[in-house]
């Protein structure tokens, strides 16, 4: 099996910025907000009239996903809208520069994810809302995608890749794929290449040119690449409330302990966690969506070396428990407990101490000297070892702390 360094790479980002920002922003009630409220086409349209981020809107977002200890943003430089952020140069006038800002928008982009070493990704669109040949002459709609595609790949420097959706509205379709992905492999080569599958077909294989599979708001399972000739990634995106691009009313939104939950959940299967926001119509981030990703880079900070590198192992498995897991870095293990309580006097914490004890199955025999510490807080925790059973004996958050999920190192025989 073939195993491609830049789909190592991309693993070893594992936090990725999803980022739904267009026209639709304006109107703020999602980026289906077109198609579901049959906005007619010129009064859609003439939202470019207003759309002006503000400048320096990209530096902030940047940022933003810095400190939260994202490696790479995926930007929608064409949603199905069909508005594109980039210059087009020539293939339609539906794009930023031809709006109120008159601005590449995706080079603003490009420049502040390079100045901080994240990789720029941009999602692209399949299906068109806009572009009439969509509908009329699809032979000549995907030499349109085609070419702006191309556009992407030879304009931005070196990208971290291209993420496709939307396939699934025409599926019968000849989409001409070998030619789509030739077009990226030709300017960027290690580009990674994902085609969304969607809700319906979480984690499906497709063409050998992509690199990821996706799991569109799903629990990421092991992926069987028994057929395929080459190793594969996965990715899981999820969405803070109900839509994408801002919903102003939508109040809908997952707690940040249910998200860092998620994210870290993703590692089992070594899959990467792309953690979407809306933008404000000038490219600000809602006051929410900054404070989630505050939350999640507290989490990096402390964490984000084993998120990244850590991978799963056949040396150790946690026994009985729903999710706590174990992973591998360079000779150690790593223990993810998960539902640890803060306990402090009962009249302040409500809670009282149970035992919260994680048994680990290891599959050598091992005589040597055993550390268990928690990253955290740097204290030494209780274990036994009995019949090759590791147990570590877990102990609560203090008051006025708790990270959700705690990551134990465990050292065995002097590694
Ligand atoms: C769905 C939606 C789209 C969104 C995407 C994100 O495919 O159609 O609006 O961009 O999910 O994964």
């Known amino acids: 099996m073939i195993i491609n360094q830049y789909i190592r790479d991309f693993e070893n980002l594992g936090l990725g910025m999803f980022v739904h920002f267009g026209l639709y922003s304006i109107l703020g009630r999602g980026e289906w907000v077109r198609s579901l409220e049959n906005i007619p086409a010129e009064e859609y349209e003439s939202l470019t009239d207003r759309f002006d981020p503000k400048e320096g809107w990209a530096e902030e977002l940047a940022e933003n996903a810095k400190n939260a200890g994202c490696g790479y943003i995926t930007l929608t430089a064409r949603h199905h809208d069909g508005f594109s952020l980039y210059d087009t140069c020539g293939l339609t006038d539906f794009d930023a ?11 603003e982009f490009v420049d502040a994810c390079n100045k901080r070493g994240l990789k720029p990704f941009f999602y692209h669109t399949l299906l068109d809302w806009h572009e ?4 009329t002459d699809f032979k000549a709609y995907l030499k349109y995608l085609r070419k702006s595609i191309g556009v992407l790949c030879k304009n931005y420097g070196k990208i971290g890749g291209i993420w496709f959706d939307g396939m699934w509205d025409r599926p019968g379709e000849d989409w001409e794929e070998d030619a789509l992905y030739a077009t990226i492999r030709e300017f960027q080569p290690e580009a990674m290449i994902i085609n969304n599958t969607g809700l319906d077909a979480r984690g499906a294989l497709g063409h050998i040119e992509l690199d990821s599979v ?3 708001r799903g629990n990421p399972k092991p992926i069987n690449l028994e057929s395929s000739p080459k190793y594969i990634a996965s ?8 839509c994408w691009g801002i919903g102003f009313n939508d109040l809908n939104y997952k707690s940040p302990a249910m998200l860092i939950e998620e994210m870290v959940l993703c590692r089992r299967t070594r899959a990467n966690f792309l953690m979407n926001t809306g933008p404000r119509p000038d490219g600000s981030l809602r006051t929410v969506d900054r404070g989630i990703f505050e939350l999640i880079g507290r989490w990096m900070e402390k964490f984000g070396d084993i998120f990244r590198y850590a991978v799963p192992t056949s040396q150790a498995a946690v026994l009985e428990k729903e999710k706590d897991f174990i992973l591998e870095k360079d000779g150690k293990f790593y223990l993810f407990c998960f539902g640890l309580p803060t306990v402090a006097d009962p009249n302040v914490s ?4 149970a035992d919260y004890d994680v048994r680990i199955k290891l599959k050598e025999p091992t005589t040597g000297r055993i550390a268990v510490t928690a990253i ?3 204290e030494s925790l209780p274990y036994d070892l009995e019949d090759g059973i590791l147990t570590v004996h877990g102990t609560p958050f203090k008051f006025g702390s708790n990270l959700v999920v705690r990551v134990i190192e465990i050292t065995i025989g002097g590694k």
């Open 132 to 135: 009439q040949t969509y509908r």
């Open 350 to 353: 409500g809670r009282v101490w």
């Open 376 to 378: 955290d807080t740097g």
């Open 97 to 107: 520069p031809h709006a109120l800002c008159g601005r590449d928008i995706v080079k």
């Open 214 to 216: 996706t799991f569109e």
């Open 235 to 242: 990715e899981m995106c999820e969405v803070m409330n109900d």
